[in-house]
């Protein structure tokens, strides 16, 4: 094991990624943790979904620091606003969607690696604004997805009207 030192990170530090049409800070990354976990912030515009998927390898918890999101993990579904605590267990497919304007979510994964997905799949940024919208190409995302124990099994929900 390694040893491990505190990390101290202030709310707009981090390594930014334009991910999926979103923000994603890596607050605390795995090689911090000895790959015990990652800890990311994202911010993301109203109807922002990934694709229904499921991981292999890792476990997430979600905490809502601002916003209105609706989730959906197996057999549960709900709309949760800020402070409240969402556990995905490995294993299960599940996705969510952005239902305000914006939202911030805290994730923790455990065990870490989650931050290499994100650098595989998005762009680095200097600046942590949200991204323009883009097309995205599912199929990329579905082969990044399976190189790290994350299996797309079907879209993103479509946008909400209201």
């Not at 969510?96 to 680095?124: D, H, K, M, N, Y």
Request: net charge negative; charged share 20%.
């Amino acid at each position: 094991m390694t040893l491990q030192v505190p990390t101290l990170v202030g709310r707009d530090e981090g390594e930014h990624f334009h991910f999926l049409n979103i923000l994603y800070t890596a607050k605390i990354n795995s090689d911090q943790t000895d790959g015990s976990l990652t800890v990311m912030e994202f911010l993301g515009y109203k109807n922002f979904a990934p694709p229904l998927h499921r991981h292999d390898a890792e476990d997430e918890l979600l905490y809502v620091l601002d916003g209105e999101v609706w989730f959906s993990c197996g057999e549960v579904e709900a709309v949760q606003s800020t402070g409240a605590m969402v556990w995905l267990p490995r294993g299960l497919a599940h996705t969510f969607q952005i239902r305000s304007e914006t939202a911030r979510v805290l994730q923790v994964s455990c065990p870490g690696q989650f931050e290499r997905f994100v650098a595989a799949l998005g762009r680095p940024t200097d600046e942590p604004v949200l991204p323009i919208p883009e097309e995205i190409d599912p199929a990329h995302v579905a082969q990044v997805c399976s190189e790290f124990s994350i299996q797309v099994l079907g879209p993103p929900p479509p946008p909400v009207t209201h």
